[in-house]
């Protein structure tokens, strides 16, 4: 299994980016797929996550401004991030896992990708 994820980079506060992980020996359709980060020195945190039935979950300080969404035919979930803030600044993972819910632990994670607020 691999995760592969892309679309990371540097913005202004108040702008966008959007993250897509690719899944290459498991299906998104019959998986449950997350999104964490992790700042440096901090502790690694829930951003977004949807079940196998299309429950969404969403980390407390993300406040309406992420989405997430899969793509079954492209095996692909991303992430969209609108009025990024600094403190968004981390490092961007994606997961998955199967039949997991909400933040439960995943086994399946991506290399992580960097996204940078300034």
């Known amino acids: 299994v691999q995760l592969v994820e892309s679309g990371g980079g540097s913005v202004q506060a108040g702008g966008s980016l959007k993250l897509s992980c690719t899944a290459f020996?498991?299906?998104?359709?019959?998986?449950?797929g997350a999104w964490f980060r992790q700042a440096p020195g901090k502790e690694r945190e829930g951003v977004a996550a949807?079940?196998?039935?299309?429950?969404?979950h969403y980390g407390y300080r993300i406040e309406g401004r992420f989405a997430i969404s899969r793509d079954s035919a492209a095996n692909t979930l991303y992430l969209q991030m609108n009025s990024l803030k600094r403190e968004d600044t981390a490092v961007y993972y994606c997961?998955?896992?199967?039949?997991?819910?909400?933040?439960?632990?995943?086994?399946?994670w991506g290399q992580g990708t960097q996204v940078t607020v300034s």
């Open positions: 020996g498991l299906t998104f359709a019959t998986y449950a």
């Open positions: 997961a998955a896992q199967r039949g997991v819910m909400g933040w439960a632990p995943y086994n399946y």
């Open positions: 949807i079940e196998m039935d299309g429950t969404l």
